[in-house]
């Protein structure tokens, strides 16, 4: 259903030369499978991911959604062709509520609060404490994360990216998570590409690929690059340094 | 019965809510006059003898009640002077909304200039609601001005928290709020404007705490587009133990010019005031948000400023 063709994605560094992001990416993710797309820091994933959701135009190649070349669309128009993008770094909004956003998102002004509530409890958020408060300064991080995960879901997308989601998120809310995007797919028939450094994520995975450097280290089969992921150096000193950043509970 | 005629009644709707006759107590002035009042048994309302206004006088012990003094202008080159006080006793808890529209229909300036005093008895809890709004009929050419001034006096425990918002169609405004705020009195005033086309807006907020334990917060959202200026000027005083909060926060686009000078005067060392700015366009990344969302570019400005200034 999404095809990328030889995207390549360049920004100017702070010299002014050109540095290259993403080096020619071809990928073909299919209907209806459980993507999850990994790799070290900096490697590119969140930059892929925003070419995908039309926020940033690659300099080179082609994407084609469901056979449509949607290389030049706007991000709207590719949010309202079905494809949804949960961010890794949420936006926060002076004065916009919850509902306001959930309804934004569900296009659909009218949505009752307690039809929008169901999204907060499907990312474990005790839905009537929520609903009324602004999505700004005063939501904690993990809050936030999972009020973005909530707003993809009320979207129902034929394809939805979510980048690093578990990032942020307690452990014992991780577990219903793993469940929400299960969930997700069953209920949207679509398909979810998720970018995460979570084994218990990759877990999951119908397909595994691993980006490295602006290019695609390896992918196929959850059970051909898990074993390889999970022994490789790369792998290891990532976890490493992500565990040590961690604070101590 | 009173008779509203279509203009007045979606005014009246646009700046207090009254979508037919109001219940409770109730001025309704239109055009420079008194139209139609109600007094209730705890709420009075009476002319000033020397015709510049009303007085109210709320009991004391006075809770859940309402009291709706709008304002409506339907003519041009109309000034209007007004001086409204509030008499609030002891123990009340009351809610008071006094909005004002104008509807020019011609090419001269329409002009309200409205005094509002509020004398707030101890431990009495007031919300106040003000609304301005301005409109005019097609090709007029007069401007909607309106000159609020409000003075605040909080006795020992009262409460006040004013809400005022003034969205369209008012093409200059000038606008006082002087509070003094007693012994474990709070004030909160919260402001919302929007300024467009060559409007221009200024505000002055003024609040002296002069009992222990007081606090004041002021909140100011503004967003300022096209050729429009606002301006806002606070200033918190603090003369005794006590704690001080404002916030001004401004959307500024197009070729708006937007000024705010918060100040900050602390007389006891045990004054506790903290100042917040910021003045700047949407943020880009929020705007690509809702895209995200599938709203499109204005869409998106459109329910961000929605949200800002709700
Ligand atoms: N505007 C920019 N200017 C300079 N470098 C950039 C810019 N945007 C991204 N980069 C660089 O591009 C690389 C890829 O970034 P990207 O955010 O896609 O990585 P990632 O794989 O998502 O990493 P992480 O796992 O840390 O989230 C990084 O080295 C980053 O510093
Ligand atoms: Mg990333």
Redesign the pocket.
Known sequence: MLKLENIRYE?A?EKGSD?E?LKNITLDIPEGKFVVIT??????????AKIIAGIYKPADGKIFFDGEDITDCSITDRANKGISFAF?QPVRFKGIEVLDLIRLAAKDKNLTPADACKYLSEVGLCARDYINREVDASLSGGELKRIEIATVLARKSRLTVF??PEAGIDLWSFQNLIKVFEHIKELTKGTVII?S?QERILDIADEIIV?EK?EIASKGSRDEILPGILGSDAAVSMCHVQKEAMPRV | MMTIDDIEKRILAEVADIHKTPTGAYNIRYNGKAQSRNSTENIVISSKEDGTGIDIRIKDGTVNQSCCIPVVIAKTGLKDVVTNDFYIGENCDVQIVAGCGIHNCGDQDSQHDGLHRFFIGKNSKVKYVEKHYGEADDGSKGGNIMNPVTEIYLDEGAFMEMESTQIKGIDSTNRVTKAEIKKDAKLIVRERLLTNGTQEAESRIDADLIGENSSANIISRSVATDKSKSVFYSRIVGKAPCSGHSECDAIIMDDAKVLALPGLDALSPDAALIHEAAIGKIAGEQLIKLETLGLTPEEAEAAIIDGFLK
């Open positions: 920004v560094d540095k992001i790799g070290p820091n900096g490697g590119g994933k969140s930059t892929l890794q980048d690093e970018i450094h980006i602006g």
